[in-house]
């Protein structure tokens, strides 16, 4: 199975960027989801999250008011949508996928991850 993250770029502080993270298998639709990012130097970061059903998400402190995790089953696709963005936010972003259906902010709970896509904000 293969997650192939897109929407990544270069904005100005304050811009909004939504990512996307499609997955191969239609049966993964009902499984956890999530992102991550990684900025330079600095380790990988749980940024939000999905369970199975879509009842329930998950977001960093960081994040919490400006990002909106969601999903399309019918697309196979999981959306990230960043609002007022801050150079701090500057970093490569992971999609991941948990097979077992547990999910959660540990990132080795997640068993498939994406190339992860560049996102870049200038002051």
């Known amino acids: 199975m293969q997650l192939v993250e897109s929407g990544g770029g270069s904005v100005q502080a304050g811009s909004s960027l939504t990512l996307s993270c499609a997955h191969t298998?239609?049966?993964?639709?009902?499984?956890?989801m999530a992102w991550f990012r990684q900025a330079p130097g600095q380790d990988r970061e749980f940024v939000a999250s999905?369970?199975?059903?879509?009842?329930?998400?998950d977001y960093a402190d960081s994040v919490k008011g400006r990002f909106t995790i969601s999903r399309d089953k019918a697309k196979n696709t999981v959306y990230l949508r960043m609002n007022s963005l801050r150079s701090e936010d500057t970093a490569v972003y992971y999609c991941a996928g948990d097979r077992h259906g547990i999910g959660g902010r540990p990132a080795h709970r997640y068993d498939y991850w994406g190339q992860g896509t560049q996102v870049t904000v200038s002051a």
């Open positions: 298998e239609r049966s993964f639709s009902s499984n956890p």
């Open positions: 999905i369970n199975w059903s879509d009842s329930k998400t």
